[in-house]
């Protein structure tokens, strides 16, 4: 990563193989890519939005944008809507997630809440700290 590769290209047909003038240099660079969340969650054991947890916003070809835009070192703190922590995780390098209850073991309220995720991006070179921050709805 963050490397420039240089490759020769040769012309193959029936008169045989030819190289070519040209040098293709490509560079490849380490994606930098961001994470989203959602602004509501529903955490009735039905399987769907169960969780409140971070997805990288990656939109590309790629088939496993998980493993493409590699971040790690998570921290997530969700608050209520009065600034008290309510629940914290490290996840070092899985996805933080919150499953609505407080560390206590308590099913929160529905209602407006508030969280911060720390994490590492470029974790091959040049590593760099993100943060994140917003609220969301818990139902």
């Keep these: 990563l963050n490397q420039v590769y ?44 169960d969780f409140f947890k971070p997805f990288n916003n990656f939109d590309g070809e790629f088939v496993d944008a998980e493993s493409l835009c590699k971040s790690t070192n998570f921290q997530m703190e969700i608050f209520n809507q009065w600034g008290k922590n309510i629940y914290s995780v490290n996840s070092n390098d899985e996805m933080p997630y919150w499953d609505g209850y407080n560390a206590n073991g308590k099913k929160m309220n529905s209602g407006v809440y508030f969280y911060r995720i720390t994490y590492q991006v470029n974790v091959y070179s040049l590593p760099e700290m993100k943060e994140i921050t917003g609220y969301f709805y818990l139902y």
């Design 6 to 49: 240089a490759y020769d290209v040769e012309i193959d047909f029936e008169c045989g193989i030819i190289p070519s003038r040209n040098t293709v240099l490509i560079s490849l660079v380490e994606c930098e890519c961001g994470l989203d969340m959602p602004n509501i969650f529903t955490p009735d054991g039905n399987e769907i939005n």
